[in-house]
């Protein structure tokens, strides 16, 4: 029983972590799922028509691992490599306030912008590879988290290298536009719904699991009980009956009870004598012995003797006799002897050398009123 609670109570903190931990995963997926877009401002002097010509887009994104914040600063062009791989990478920067452009490809997004970050830059555009048009990606650059870092398409970063190229002086502002969720993009949404419905279906495994290992376990728990019933039953059925006549010390004494009903005993009751000589009346202790096969006085084990009897006796002599019934003898003085049942209850001498009591007893009990009656029959033909 304590074993079951035990076991109960292991379940019942695997469930609760288990739970903590789907939790977990959906929030963090969630979040991480999350994405900043950003307004790009571009402002130069276009010097073919002698004015300022400027345009503001909500065309980048912020990288998963950029601070989000606003950026604005003249653009400048990596000196020799524009996809800023390498580690001696160097930027014209003419004024103190700059923003790196830096083209996707060739090595990561952190190695791009710590590039742009140890030449002294506010923020770092990057702008896609060729052929994609205006689309751009969320960038995750976790070894580079310290300066602001956006992507934008490749048709606006090409258009941007070209002017700086022509040597324009390019200003860019960044400014924080929206943030978006999984559902913007159709990939996401169907990883997302996967993930779900993974965690879901395993999470539901793991429900199924414990449930049937509970059911199972519950009717192993009703077959143990069941077996032991059947076993009390059959103990019960080789238990010593008596029926109380006028006479008998125990019906003239008050003194002595049956425990179960705190009733003293009457002419013709049937009682129940137990292996440690212990007695109840017999529709008292049945029901208490098919529940707990022990002694409610001391406590002695019913099934435990029938053991010992059958270890102890030879087995020529507790074979049945007949299909019906048998006869079993109990060897008495083997109690009476032992040291901590020396006294009978029954009031009969207890050290007056062996004494052997031949007992009637029956695997079904309807035949016990018809061999009574049988014995009755002998014992007037005798006389
Ligand atoms: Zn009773
Ligand atoms: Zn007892």
Known sequence: MKANLKLRTVH???????????????FQLSASLLFWTAYVE???????????VGSICECGVFGADSPIFSASGLLVLPNSDP???SKNTTFNAKQQKWIALVKNGDCTYSQKIRAAWRNGASAVVIYNIDGTGNNTELMAHPDATNIVA?????ILGTEMAELV??????????AVAKTYGWWYSGTWAYSLS???????????????????KRMYRNQQLKK??????????????????????????????????????????????????????HFYHKKCIEPWLL????????????????????????????????????????????????????????????????EIQTQHIYENLAFEEEAERMEHQNINSQG
């Open 165 to 174: 190229n022509k040597g324009s002086d390019v200003y860019v502002a960044i």
């Open 291 to 354: 529940e707990h096969p022990t002694c409610p006085m001391c406590k002695f084990h019913i099934l435990k003797y029938k053991i010992d009897e059958e270890i102890d006796e030879p087995p020529s002599s507790s074979s049945p006799s007949s299909d019906t019934f048998r006869l079993s003898v109990i060897r008495t003085e083997q109690l009476h002897t032992s040291d901590s049942r020396n006294t009978d209850p029954l009031g009969r001498p207890s050290g007056s050398g062996p």
């Open 83 to 85: 996809l800023a791989c």
């Open 150 to 154: 956006i992507m934008v398409g490749n």
């Open 224 to 277: 143990q009980e069941m077996e032991m019933k059947r076993e009390n039953e059959k103990a019960i059925a080789k238990l010593e009956v008596r029926t109380l006549r006028t006479g008998d010390p125990e019906v003239e004494s008050e003194d002595v009870i049956c425990v179960v009903c705190t009733e003293s005993f009457r002419h013709n009751e049937k009682v129940t004598v137990l292996p440690c000589r």
């Open 42 to 52: 571009v402002r130069y002097f276009d010097s073919v028509s002698n004015e300022t």
């Open 194 to 212: 996967f993930t779900f419905i993974g965690i879901t279906a395993i999470t539901l495994f793991y429900f199924a699991y414990l449930f049937i």
């Open 12 to 26: 019942g903190h695997s469930c609760i972590w288990l739970s903590v931990f789907v939790f977990q995963c959906c």
